[in-house]
């Protein structure tokens, strides 16, 4: 069995080094350990830090891209070269390399398809009160969201399996923490967490500018794939909410309209109408966009037997040589 680590980088020759030096060596039950990096555009000597240290694979961006087309493409390069687990960690060593162990296993038992590890939010000294609260509010929308039990969805601290790493879609350019813990709850796919310890922080997150824009980037990733994997139930609520609010001044109209004060309310029959046939528009959305989610399920089961031809093709093509 055959385990890959990969780390997003982006000007990270301060503290890559560090991070790979704390990267395990041995687990039991992984016969080879690799090495990657996705170079997301750096500008100072990550490359060649990572070669320096022996890095395996190097994924080269000329520019940057982001951290979710980084995941991607990192993802992509570790089925190619054979990997039967995935890791994914961080170049500012934020977790502890000896918790990797901790995240494959219950994936080389068989137990599960995605670990994500939990990080402890409320004992982390760099973090401030207001962005531990955003992290346990965030994490509780994205487990509605996605019908899961994630308790630390922005966590980039995770272990695939193969099949489920060539079931992964990132639309979003922002992040793939969340979109894909959604997307893998409304497909099905089994996942679970476990407790991780972090290291002190090296550098000041590089993910947001700001908590505001942290938080609304973060709504809109998470409000995105609602949308795309259950697009019926947001639009019904959307347009039910709209049409019953119709109904009720409709009802408050004929009300008036019974006590004879009806000619001094014709405002509340065009507010009316307009609100029903607002809700029935929407809803009509609904089942379109909900056509359209259904076709999305059936493209991506041609891309899953699509990517499984092409990387178990290129894997044997590797074992052989």
């Known amino acids: 069995m055959k385990l890959i680590i990969q780390i997003p980088c982006y000007n990270e020759a301060e503290t890559l080094e560090v991070a790979l030096n704390d990267l395990p060596k041995h687990i039991d039950g992984i016969d080879e350990i690799e090495y990657l990096i996705i170079n997301d555009g750096s500008k100072d000597n990550t490359v060649e830090v990572a070669k320096k240290w022996g890095i395996n694979y190097v994924v080269n961006f000329r520019r940057n891209k982001g951290l979710a087309k980084g995941f991607m493409a990192g993802i992509d390069a570790c089925l190619r070269n054979g ?153 019904s609520t959307i ?28 405002q509340s029959l065009i507010l009316s109408s307009l609100l029903i046939i607002l809700g029935v528009l929407i809803f009509v959305i609904g089942l379109q966009a909900d056509l359209i989610a259904s076709n999305r399920k059936l493209l991506e089961d041609v891309q899953y037997h699509v990517r499984k031809i092409d990387y178990d093709g290129t894997k044997s093509k590797n074992e052989e040589k």
């Not at 049409?243 to 309209?257: D, K, P, S």
């Open 239 to 266: 347009g039910g909410i709209s049409f019953v609010g119709g109904l009720i001044v409709g009802i408050r109209f004929i009300v008036y309209l019974c006590i004879g004060q009806g000619n001094g309310h014709i």
């Open 83 to 235: 990997a039967d687990i995935i890791v994914n960690t961080d170049a500012d060593n934020q977790y502890n390399g000896d918790d990797i162990e901790k995240l494959v296993r219950p994936i080389i038992e068989k137990r599960t398809d995605i670990v994500i590890g939990e990080r402890p939010i409320d004992a982390t000294e760099h973090f401030s009160p207001l962005k531990k609260k955003l992290q346990h509010f965030g994490s509780w929308v994205v487990r509605k969201a996605s019908k899961s039990d994630i308790p630390d969805a922005p966590s980039g601290f995770r272990a695939y399996s193969r099949e489920a790493a060539m079931r992964l879609n990132v639309v979003n350019e922002y992040t793939y923490t969340l979109e894909t813990i959604v997307q893998a709850g409304r497909s099905k796919i089994a996942q679970t967490s476990v407790p991780i310890r972090t290291n002190p922080e090296l550098r000041k997150s590089r993910l947001f500018s700001s908590m505001f824009g942290y938080v609304k980037k973060s709504m809109l990733t998470i409000l995105r794939a609602f949308m795309m994997y259950k697009p019926l139930q947001f639009f």
